[in-house]
């Protein structure tokens, strides 16, 4: 038995055979080729141009139809590097002149570019040569055939372990057999890693050796629950495992048939279970999972397109087909909250010493007008179609927050010189989630029409702690009374203010702390769609008297350890057959 | 009658030159007959084929970042022109394009 500790994408657990891709992917069987061959070589070469160029247009209409346009748009740029000319000449030269066979010829100058991609400046560009391999390798496969594993001719569930997987092969999990990944290599932001967030199985990525390890055949349980891969469970370890897993499914099942039921307390209080969504097409998933609105759209995803800065028309699309799939239901709109570690637009020459406290998020999009202004355009647009509330995050100070609402009216007097529809009157609120802007809560609650507690960063802020470093993640701790203490606070201060005070962090989709919550007033929990059911199956057992109860005695303890164990014993005591 | 004309410009668009802008600039290069090329003067680059998606990518051109766009052919005057007024105009991103 072997355990490998990961960063887990995706919920649960899956158990079963693993299907291994090595990372040198295609073994090319010859360098060169006979003269007299040369001539049909280029002929192959050429026709496994066309043969790509066609995959890909026929991929990006699926893409279209189903994962929506951002993930269609990460394969515009292949489409045009098989187009290019200079490229194609380059490797049909090496074939002509030094009589290399199609496969040989192709993958000596993919890898040579690849190699120059490396030495880019800006991280961003690193990242393409993912890209460049995924072309490399469709152009390998139609050149020689498929000759290796592939995932779409599976015939029973498999778990696949791989050293990395581009985009194209993950946006096509889907359409497979797989149950779960484990790959060798990590990075939350990577278009993978988000491709594999949307796919929503189980995963672990950011293993370092996993695809060497294991072999095909050998049994792998991804546990996305606790971050882990154990190869070749002993008995003991995969009954309990399967066991899990078979609960996982128990539950998932029967959480589902709450649905359609009202989340509301034995004693009759109503809470709002909203959705925290990454992407346009999870307005669905949500609303299948009974959301009664999204409480949180993310709109960073719009730079996942390769392409670089989203036009407001894209945006405005995006931000219509989310509000549209609501159908009437309120959506929450955070304007970019890019910077730090989201899809950084690394683009500077020097890089900045502290990310975490730099030029990010509300400050990123002070920083750069023009962009801000598009996105808000593009929201008071889309706005006209439904319920949406505009959110800034990060603010640290009130300032900010004017700013910001400057340069949304000069937005709004742009779209009414341009006699553009839009929607004037819209909730415009803000993320708390620094504790400047958690000290000040009164004063905000003055001026802003909703404040919503992000306590992912909040908490970061307040421990002074950064998550994603493994030597301190430890101390990462939502059960710190400092963070129990400082949403007491700001709840207080929101319910005497009378302003409407919501929860988007991971906090508000855990078990653990919903009887919390829940006990220092908060009636608006927004989190993601698959933790709505069972978060709803809590509140519907608890009652808001016992809530306030547990709250209070929660804020009487002096660290974490004690916080979590008083919160799992209660909580255990209305679930008691759930993995709190 | 062949000539050759190049022009110094400043990307401005907050991406820099990734995919979807260099896509933009391969399609307009295209419909030119001259022979196009790119240099990043900001990292004393090479001249890159400009309308090649994988070398445009290569210019590794960020924000702020100095090109040089040159020309060389019939409608070299035309090319560097229309070429230059896309980088300046940040690649019609911000506008809705």
Same mark, same amino acid.
């Given at each position: 038995?072997?355990?490998?500790?990961?960063?887990?994408?995706?919920?649960?657990?899956?158990?079963?055979?693993?299907?291994?891709?090595?990372?040198? *992917?295609?073994?090319?069987?010859?360098?060169?080729?006979?003269?007299?061959?040369?001539?049909?070589?280029?002929?192959?070469?050429?026709?496994?141009?066309?043969?790509?160029?066609?995959?890909?247009? #026929?991929?990006?209409?699926?893409?279209?139809?189903?994962?929506?346009?951002?993930?269609?748009?990460?394969?515009?740029?292949?489409?045009?590097?098989?187009?290019?000319?200079?490229?194609?000449?380059?490797?049909?030269?090496?074939?002509?002149?030094?009589?290399?066979?199609?496969?040989?010829?192709?993958?000596? /100058?993919?890898?040579?570019?690849?190699?120059?991609?490396?030495?880019?400046?800006?991280?961003?560009?690193?990242?393409?040569? #993912?890209?460049?391999?995924?072309?490399?390798?469709?152009?390998?496969?139609?050149?020689?055939?498929?000759?290796?594993?592939?995932?779409?001719?599976?015939?029973?569930? !498999?778990?696949?372990?791989?050293?990395?997987?581009?985009?194209?092969?993950?946006?096509?999990?889907?359409?497979?057999?797989?149950?779960?990944?484990?790959?060798?290599?990590?990075? @939350?932001?990577?278009?993978?890693?988000?491709? =594999?967030?949307?796919?929503?199985?189980?995963?672990?990525?950011?293993?370092?050796?996993?695809?060497?390890?294991?072999?095909?055949?050998?049994?792998?349980?991804?546990?996305?629950?606790?971050?882990?891969?154990?190869?070749?469970?002993?008995?003991?370890?995969?009954?309990?495992?399967?066991?899990?897993?078979?609960?996982?499914?128990?539950?998932?099942?029967?959480?589902?048939?709450?649905?359609? =039921?009202?989340?509301?307390?034995?004693?009759?209080?109503?809470?709002?279970?909203?959705?925290?969504?990454?992407?346009?097409?999870?307005?669905?998933?949500?609303? @299948?999972?009974?959301?009664?609105? /999204?409480?949180?759209?993310?709109?960073?995803?719009?730079?996942?397109?390769?392409?670089?800065?989203?036009?407001?028309?894209?945006?405005?699309?995006?931000?219509?087909?989310?509000?549209?799939?609501?159908?009437?239901?309120?959506?929450?709109?955070?304007?970019?909250? %890019?910077?730090?570690?989201?899809?950084?637009?690394?683009?500077?020459?020097?890089?900045?010493?502290?990310?975490?406290?730099?030029?990010?998020?509300?400050?990123?999009?002070?920083?750069?007008?023009?962009?801000?202004?598009?996105?808000?355009?593009?929201?008071?647009?889309?706005?006209?179609?439904?319920?949406?509330?505009?959110?800034?995050? %990060?603010?640290?100070?009130?300032?900010?927050?004017?700013?910001?609402?400057?340069?949304?009216?000069?937005?709004?007097?742009?779209?009414?010189?341009?006699?553009?529809?839009?929607?004037?009157?819209?909730?415009?609120?803000?993320?708390?989630?620094?504790?400047?802007?958690?000290?000040?809560?009164?004063?905000?609650?003055?001026?802003?029409?909703?404040?919503?507690?992000?306590?992912?960063?909040?908490?970061?802020?307040?421990?002074?702690? *950064?998550?994603?470093?493994?030597?301190?993640?430890?101390?990462?701790?939502?059960?710190?009374?400092?963070?129990?203490?400082?949403?007491?606070?700001?709840?207080?201060?929101?319910?005497?203010?009378?302003? *409407?005070?919501?929860?988007?962090?991971?906090? !508000?989709?855990?078990?653990?702390?919903?009887?919390?919550?829940?006990?220092?007033?908060?009636?608006?929990?927004?989190? @993601?769609?698959?933790?709505?059911?069972?978060?709803?199956?809590?509140?519907?057992?608890?009652?808001?008297?016992? !809530?306030?109860?547990?709250?209070?005695?929660?804020?009487?303890?002096?660290?974490?350890?004690?916080?979590?164990?008083?919160?799992?014993?209660?909580?255990?005591?209305?679930?008691?057959?759930?993995?709190? | 009658?062949?000539?050759?004309?190049?022009?110094?410009?400043?990307?401005?668009?907050?991406?820099?030159?990734?995919?979807?802008?260099?896509?933009?600039?391969?399609?307009?290069?295209?419909?030119?007959?001259?022979?196009?090329?790119?240099?990043?003067?900001?990292?004393?680059?090479?001249?890159?084929?400009?309308?090649? @998606?994988?070398?445009?990518?290569? =210019?590794?051109?960020?924000?702020?970042?100095?090109?040089?766009?040159?020309?060389?052919?019939?409608?070299?005057?035309?090319?560097?022109?229309?070429?230059?007024?896309?980088?300046?105009?940040?690649?019609?991103?911000?506008?809705?394009?």
């Amino acid at each position: 038995m072997e355990i490998l500790r990961g960063i887990a994408v995706g919920p649960g657990i899956a158990i079963g055979e693993a299907v291994v891709l090595d990372a040198e *992917d295609f073994r090319i069987p010859c360098r060169s080729v006979a003269r007299a061959a040369v001539e049909q070589e280029r002929e192959k070469f050429q026709q496994a141009v066309e043969g790509s160029i066609g995959e890909l247009e #026929r991929q990006t209409q699926w893409l279209l139809g189903n994962l929506g346009r951002e993930a269609a748009n990460v394969f515009a740029w292949h489409i045009g590097v098989l187009k290019d000319a200079k490229l194609q000449q380059g490797i049909l030269r090496h074939i002509q002149e030094k009589a290399y066979s199609a496969a040989y010829a192709t993958s000596t /100058v993919m890898r040579e570019y690849q190699r120059r991609f490396l030495q880019m400046s800006d991280p961003l560009l690193v990242e393409r040569i #993912r890209d460049v391999r995924d072309i490399e390798r469709r152009l390998l496969r139609n050149i020689l055939g498929d000759t290796r594993e592939d995932l779409a001719h599976l015939t029973k569930p !498999a778990v696949l372990i791989a050293h990395d997987l581009t985009p194209t092969q993950t946006a096509q999990l889907a359409d497979t057999l797989v149950t779960g990944v484990a790959l060798d290599v990590g990075g @939350a932001t990577s278009h993978t890693a988000i491709l =594999l967030h949307s796919w929503g199985r189980p995963s672990v990525i950011g293993l370092n050796d996993v695809s060497t390890r294991l072999s095909g055949g050998d049994t792998v349980i991804i546990d996305a629950v606790n971050q882990l891969v154990i190869a070749n469970p002993d008995e003991t370890t995969l009954n309990e495992y399967r066991r899990q897993e078979s609960n996982y499914t128990r539950l998932a099942a029967e959480l589902d048939t709450l649905r359609d =039921l009202p989340s509301i307390t034995r004693d009759g209080e109503s809470v709002h279970l909203l959705s925290n969504v990454e992407f346009p097409h999870e307005a669905r998933t949500s609303l @299948a999972k009974g959301a009664e609105g /999204v409480g949180l759209f993310r709109t960073e995803f719009l730079f996942l397109q390769p392409s670089g800065f989203p036009s407001e028309e894209d945006q405005y699309r995006a931000y219509l087909e989310t509000v549209r799939a609501m159908q009437g239901r309120p959506v929450t709109i955070r304007t970019f909250d %890019l910077g730090a570690d989201k899809y950084t637009q690394e683009k500077r020459y020097e890089h900045e010493r502290n990310p975490m406290l730099g030029l990010r998020s509300i400050r990123y999009s002070l920083a750069n007008v023009g962009m801000f202004k598009t996105q808000l355009r593009a929201i008071l647009r889309a706005a006209v179609e439904g319920e949406v509330r505009l959110m800034f995050p %990060l603010l640290m100070s009130l300032m900010e927050f004017r700013q910001a609402k400057m340069t949304l009216h000069d937005a709004m007097e742009d779209l009414e010189e341009a006699g553009i529809p839009y929607r004037r009157e819209l909730p415009v609120g803000i993320m708390l989630e620094t504790p400047a802007a958690a000290i000040q809560v009164k004063e905000f609650c003055r001026e802003v029409d909703f404040i919503s507690i992000g306590t992912n960063d909040l908490l970061q802020y307040l421990v002074a702690v *950064d998550r994603g470093n493994e030597e301190v993640s430890r101390f990462y701790d939502p059960s710190h009374p400092a963070l129990l203490r400082t949403l007491a606070d700001v709840m207080s201060a929101c319910t005497k203010a009378g302003r *409407d005070c919501s929860l988007c962090g991971e906090m !508000a989709g855990s078990p653990l702390y919903a009887l919390f919550l829940l006990g220092i007033g908060l009636r608006s929990f927004s989190m @993601a769609p698959a933790n709505i059911p069972e978060i709803k199956k809590l509140i519907r057992l608890a009652t808001v008297a016992q !809530a306030r109860r547990v709250a209070r005695r929660a804020l009487t303890f002096e660290t974490e350890r004690q916080v979590t164990s008083y919160l799992r014993e209660e909580t255990r005591k209305l679930l008691p057959e759930d993995p709190i | 009658m062949n000539s050759s004309c190049s022009c110094e410009v400043e990307v401005v668009n907050a991406q820099g030159m990734h995919a979807r802008p260099v896509m933009k600039f391969v399609d307009l290069a295209s419909q030119f007959e001259s022979e196009v090329t790119v240099r990043n003067v900001s990292r004393r680059g090479e001249d890159l084929d400009g309308k090649s @998606a994988m070398h445009l990518m290569l =210019l590794d051109a960020a924000q702020g970042a100095k090109l040089r766009i040159s020309a060389s052919g019939a409608d070299a005057g035309a090319a560097v022109e229309a070429l230059a007024a896309l980088v300046r105009d940040g690649f019609g991103m911000s506008e809705g394009a």
